[in-house]
């Protein structure tokens, strides 16, 4: 039921005074659409908040709002990071590190699980595509290197960037990463292909092992 006066529900507010006039919470009922018998959108949405803290979290924390809510939520907080990571109509070119992380850090840096991604380049450095390998544990993600590589086979892509995150927000590398790192640029070699970086992605930040002198 929701029982704010029309004129204070989010909807209206947005409409008569942008979306930049609404509170967290209110943008946050906005994507639940509804409430239930006994709460508005907006008192569950502030309540979720309460509960996890932010919106980063609760963007990769959905229970307790049924299939349907948690479904939008996802695939709103999914958009918004689709956005960040890409400018509507350009070629993305990763020449640095930097760039990669412009590029990937919005997609990947807030994830509670390990997930390794490999993009796929072109003799240009232009992007042709990306995708993920693995998904593993909040510590440790699977990578079969026949996994990494098949797509830049498949592509004729002339290099690869290989990308994970770190849950933790620390992008420090740990000894396993840079074995599996190594371990890459081998099989990468004997495929005719190249390992352009590593990045490790954390919180806000990354490493790159390229720069690190690893690749």
């Not at 959108?41 to 948690?70: F, H, P, W």
């Not at 960040?84 to 807030?110: C, H, K, Y």
Request: aromatic share 4%.
């Amino acid at each position: 039921m929701d029982r704010e006066p029309t004129s204070e529900r989010p909807r209206e507010r947005l409409y008569w005074k942008g979306p930049s006039a609404l509170a967290d919470a209110e943008l946050l009922a906005l994507q639940l659409g509804s409430g239930t018998r006994d709460k508005s959108a907006v008192d569950i949405a502030r309540e979720m908040l309460a509960t996890y803290g932010s919106l980063a979290d609760v963007a990769s924390r959905q229970r307790g709002v049924g299939a349907v809510k948690a479904a939008r939520l996802v695939a709103a907080f999914e958009l918004g990071r689709r956005l960040r990571a890409r400018t509507p109509g350009q070629r993305t070119i990763l020449s640095t590190p930097a760039e990669v992380f412009t590029a990937f850090g919005p997609l990947m840096e807030d994830l509670k699980r390990e997930v390794f991604r490999v993009a796929l380049l072109d003799a240009q450095n232009g992007l042709l595509r990306d995708c993920v390998v693995s998904e593993g544990t909040l510590s440790a993600s699977l990578v079969d290197p026949r996994e990494v590589f098949k797509p830049a086979i498949l592509e004729s892509a002339a290099s690869v960037i290989l990308l994970h995150n770190h849950p933790s927000g620390d992008p420090a590398p740990s000894r396993e990463d840079v074995r599996l790192t190594r371990q890459l640029v081998e099989c990468a070699r004997l495929l005719g292909l190249r390992v352009h970086d590593h990045l490790i992605i954390g919180r806000g930040r990354f490493v790159s092992l390229a720069e690190r002198g690893i690749i």
